[in-house]
């Protein structure tokens, strides 16, 4: 598969909360389902925050800024694959609940954890506007940009979730490695 | 440097690569299957173009949750599982007839031994560290990896060290002993360890009781629950190892290699005296809030199952006919058991426990997981009590809205009479 960083590009969904739990991302109801794109129109449709709607608010994003402790709650592997099932696969947060993110990067895509300061400073400067967002795995810099305004964050993973990343999961890398 | 403890002797006889940190990819000695979680990691390795197992010998398959089907849904779980099976030449692949609960299943067959490292898409896969193995649930993505290649990541383990001191008193079981445990360090209190189980009750005890203890190990968080393999766990496994060794005496100088040195680190070495603890019950929705029964006494429930890869082997079915002998269980209560597997439902029938069970009012179902998630064969309704030898509580784990007590089978043989929680003392004596 041809992972390259500019998988990680797009428009922005900004979710201004602390604690979205898996339970939000993705109902245990839908568990029972056979393949990862059957969760795609689940995406979020628990979501505990006032004036947010998943029929208008999903499409054609790329990525999610939010706060702390994105994805607490069950292990299950639902929540990655629904965002990506949406073509989200890059989240940026204050911080992640542990196996959330392992899953992430298990399942390929990027987990970049922020100080919450920084995570307050992108809420402020672009969350009112259509932001894009993109990950350069290289430079380690988030460039984001929205009317005409830009900034670059610089942002750091270990070299194994890097890995991780540019094989596209821990499937294709064992499978290339083992 | 100190010595190892049992996980870190397997991962290192395992170990493939270190990837990073304190990661460690170990080589797989068996990766079981069952029909809820392995469906998906089919269908994903397909669309991949990678619908390829490492080796047919080493998987091995069951159709336990919901079985036989109760829907189309459920039906094709069951298909996709049979279809992969057989394209990939998987030989031990039990369906209908011959399935029974994963967890009890895999052991009557002989399929792990001490030193093993196991892999399933569940949580139980705990269970069977009984064997002195490492054996752990993980995710999709992980199953998935463990199919294609036969290996898995994990952090290298610490260890946290149960001795268990005393003996159990009359009517307290491993289940009352796990639960003891549970409520003692909580949810959380093993989260990503291991928990190796040691002392003299722990040598006593069967592999059916060691199996129980293994099993709620990740109710407690913990990674995997080990016992150190012994005469028990050989005496177990001849009929499997016979043609490998001279002797029980020669399989069990080499199971020895696994048995942790004695300078082992241990994160936390934790001593319980067995011989205080009393039957327990859980209350509310986590199974660390954990009660003696006499507490609990009079709260009244609409169903009792006795099952699961918890509680549903044919020790349990003894110690819960035992009580039940020649007693009709109350008016109120439905009644349901389900021998774990097809082997365990035939030494009950051949012992006389199935007409016991009969005669005492119970309902006998097939080999499935059913009720214990609350998929089929004794589902609760809305605000209905069950009182179970599963291993969960969550809330709504046995049919929405419903409330579960976990008893060992003494426990709620002895409530199925009664109509309510009691201490089966009562009824044994
Ligand atoms: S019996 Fe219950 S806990 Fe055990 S594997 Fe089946 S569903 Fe899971």
């Given at each position: 598969m041809d992972q390259t960083t500019n998988h990680f590009s797009g428009s922005v969904l900004f979710l201004d909360r602390n604690d979205i739990n898996t339970d939000e991302i993705i109902p245990a109801k839908y568990l029972t389902e056979i393949s990862k794109e059957a969760l795609k129109p689940y995406l979020l449709e628990d979501l505990d925050l006032p004036g947010f709607d998943p029929d208008t608010d999903l499409a054609g994003r790329r990525a999610i800024?939010?706060?702390?402790?994105f994805g607490c709650g069950s292990s299950r592997e639902h929540a990655p694959w629904a965002l990506e099932a949406n073509g989200i696969r890059m989240v940026i947060a204050g911080s992640f609940a542990r196996i959330f993110r392992q899953n992430m990067f298990n399942c390929g895509m990027l987990a970049v954890e922020l100080p919450a300061d920084v995570i307050e400073s992108l809420f402020a400067g672009f969350s009112g506007s259509e932001t894009t967002v993109t990950a350069d795995l290289e430079s380690g810099l988030l460039h984001f940009s929205a009317n005409g305004k830009t900034e670059e964050i610089p942002f750091s993973i270990s070299e194994f979730d890097r890995a991780l990343v540019k094989a596209g999961g821990w499937l294709e890398f064992a499978d290339n490695k083992y | 440097m100190a010595g190892k403890t049992v996980s870190e002797k397997i991962f290192d006889a395992h170990h493939v690569d270190n990837p990073a940190g304190d990661m460690h990819v170990i080589s797989l000695d068996a990766v079981f299957c069952h029909e809820i979680t392995t469906p998906?990691?089919?269908?994903?390795?397909?669309?991949?173009?990678?619908?390829?197992?490492?080796?047919?010998?080493?998987?091995?398959?069951?159709?336990?949750?919901?079985?036989?089907a109760k829907d189309s849904k459920t039906a094709m779980q069951g298909k996709i599982l049979r279809d992969w099976a057989r394209r990939n030449g998987i030989p031990r692949f039990f369906d209908v007839g011959r399935n029974g609960v994963c967890h009890a299943l895999f052991p009557e067959k002989g399929f792990v031994r001490p030193g093993y490292t196991?892999?399933?898409?569940?949580?139980?896969?705990?269970?069977?560290?009984?064997?002195?193995?490492?054996?752990?649930?993980?995710?999709?993505?992980?199953?998935?990896?463990?199919?294609?290649?036969?290996?898995?990541?994990?952090?290298?383990?610490?260890?946290?060290?149960?001795?268990?001191?005393?003996?159990?008193?009359?009517?307290?079981?491993?289940?009352?002993?796990?639960?003891?445990?549970?409520?003692?360090?909580?949810?959380?209190?093993?989260?990503?360890?291991?928990?190796?189980f040691a002392g003299p009750v722990i040598d006593e005890m069967s592999m059916e009781s060691r199996m129980t203890l293994c099993n709620m190990a990740v109710e407690v968080g913990a990674t995997s629950g080990i016992c150190y393999p012994d005469e028990t766990?050989?005496?177990?496994?001849?009929?499997?190892?016979?043609?490998?060794y001279d002797s029980p005496d020669a399989a069990l100088a080499d199971c020895r290699k696994w048995l942790p040195d004695p300078d082992a680190a241990y994160e936390t070495v934790m001593a319980i005296d067995a011989s205080e603890i009393p039957p327990l019950t859980t209350f509310g929705y986590r199974p660390d809030n954990v009660r003696p029964v006499s507490e609990m006494e009079k709260t009244p429930v609409d169903q009792v199952y006795i099952g699961s890869c918890t509680n549903g082997r044919i020790e349990d079915l003894r110690v819960a006919a035992n009580v039940l002998?020649?007693?009709?269980?109350?008016?109120?209560?439905?009644?349901?058991?389900?021998?774990?597997?097809?082997?365990?439902?035939?030494?009950?029938?051949?012992?006389?426990?199935?007409?016991?069970?009969?005669?005492?009012?119970?309902?006998?179902?097939?080999?499935?997981?059913?009720?214990?998630?609350?998929?089929?064969?004794?589902?609760?309704?809305?605000?209905?009590?069950?009182?179970?030898?599963?291993?969960?509580?969550?809330?709504?784990?046995?049919?929405?809205?419903?409330?579960?007590?976990?008893?060992?089978?003494?426990?709620?043989?002895?409530?199925?009479?009664?109509?309510?929680?009691?201490?089966?003392?009562?009824?044994?004596?």
């Open positions: 800024v939010t706060r702390a402790n | 998906v990691a089919i269908n994903d390795l397909a669309a991949r173009g990678k619908d390829r197992v490492f080796d047919p010998e080493k998987i091995m398959v069951v159709i336990d949750h919901v079985t036989p196991v892999i399933m898409g569940d949580s139980h896969t705990c269970t069977h560290g009984a064997f002195g193995a490492f054996a752990a649930g993980v995710g999709t993505t992980d199953l998935e990896v463990g199919i294609l290649k036969g290996v898995c990541a994990f952090r290298y383990p610490g260890t946290m060290k149960i001795v268990v001191n005393g003996k159990l008193s009359p009517g307290v079981y491993a289940k009352d002993l796990i639960l003891h445990i549970i409520g003692k360090i909580g949810v959380n209190g093993a989260t990503d360890r291991v928990i190796e766990t050989v005496e177990y496994l001849w009929p499997f190892i016979r043609d490998e002998a020649e007693k009709k269980i109350a008016d109120t209560v439905r009644g349901i058991v389900s021998p774990a597997t097809p082997g365990i439902f035939n030494q009950a029938l051949a012992e006389g426990i199935i007409q016991t069970f009969m005669d005492a009012g119970f309902c006998v179902t097939n080999p499935t997981c059913g009720a214990c998630l609350g998929m089929s064969c004794g589902v609760i309704a809305e605000g209905e009590v069950c009182a179970s030898t599963t291993n969960r509580n969550f809330y709504g784990r046995m049919g929405k809205g419903g409330m579960v007590h976990l008893m060992s089978p003494a426990t709620a043989a002895a409530t199925a009479l009664a109509g309510y929680i009691t201490n089966s003392n009562l009824y044994n004596g």
